[in-house]
């Protein structure tokens, strides 16, 4: 729902903008890039592993990351639940690190312009940068969640899917700086106020200055 309202508002405005101080990476996703990420993750889940509702899919990737944006989308897209403890109830774990002890594994490489797994992959692992592309960019089976279908799974609780959004800044530019769950709700605020979100990772403070002003960032209510 939140990416088809976004698109309808506008699909080439930037609603992701991520900087990696350590390594100079900076990468805008608009609407339609960010649906297109979203939508190859998801079909990826569904052909390879039947993702749907009732499955749970573990995600251990870096707050503050764009990819794991992407990840927690294409989760909700097949109307999984999204879990972030390393329940043993999962059937699938994504992650960025191939030595995470688990079976069946996605494997995600962080930079940008990865297109394979730069070091050894578990057998039967997913390689991510590898695959991922060769997946259709139109989310090909849009699930349909009950709302009371459980969507996180957080340390501190469950939400299903009628409570997974709260409301946010009506059509902000915002830093999210938070982790966890609450990263992941924090960027669904945003969204769902038709607003953009920044993440901004190893930043010091002069640094970070900047790229506020930089990128007009509203003042965090």
């Not at 695959?131 to 960019?137: A, N, R, T, V």
């Not at 090909?140 to 459980?150: T, Y």
């Not at 799974?153 to 009628?162: F, Q, T």
Request: a negative charge; proline letters at 8%.
């Amino acid at each position: 729902m939140i990416m088809a309202d976004l698109l309808r508002s506008d699909g080439t405005r930037p609603r992701v903008t991520y900087y990696d101080e350590t390594s100079g990476e900076r990468i805008e996703l608009s609407a339609v890039a960010l649906d297109n990420w979203v939508a190859k993750a998801a079909n990826l889940l569904v052909e390879e592993f039947e993702a749907a509702p009732g499955t749970v899919i573990t995600i251990r990737l870096p707050d503050g990351h764009w990819r794991t944006l992407y990840w927690a989308l294409g989760v909700f897209a097949t109307g999984a639940t999204l879990d972030l403890t390393g329940s043993a109830d999962a059937s699938l774990t994504i992650t960025d690190d191939p030595a995470t002890a688990a079976d069946p594994l996605i494997v995600v490489t962080l930079p940008m312009l990865a297109r394979r797994h730069p070091g050894p992959l578990p057998a039967g692992a997913v390689d991510e940068a590898a695959e991922i592309s060769g997946f259709p960019d139109v989310l090909i089976a849009p699930a349909s969640p009950a709302a009371g279908d459980r969507a996180l799974v957080a340390a501190d609780g469950e939400l299903d899917y009628a409570g997974l959004v709260p409301a946010g800044p009506a059509g902000g530019r915002v830093l999210v700086t938070e982790t966890g769950a609450d990263f992941i709700r924090r960027c669904l605020a945003v969204w769902a106020g038709d607003g953009s979100v920044l993440l901004v990772n190893g930043a010091d403070p002069a640094t970070l200055e900047r790229r506020l002003a930089e990128e007009r960032v509203d003042p965090t209510p």
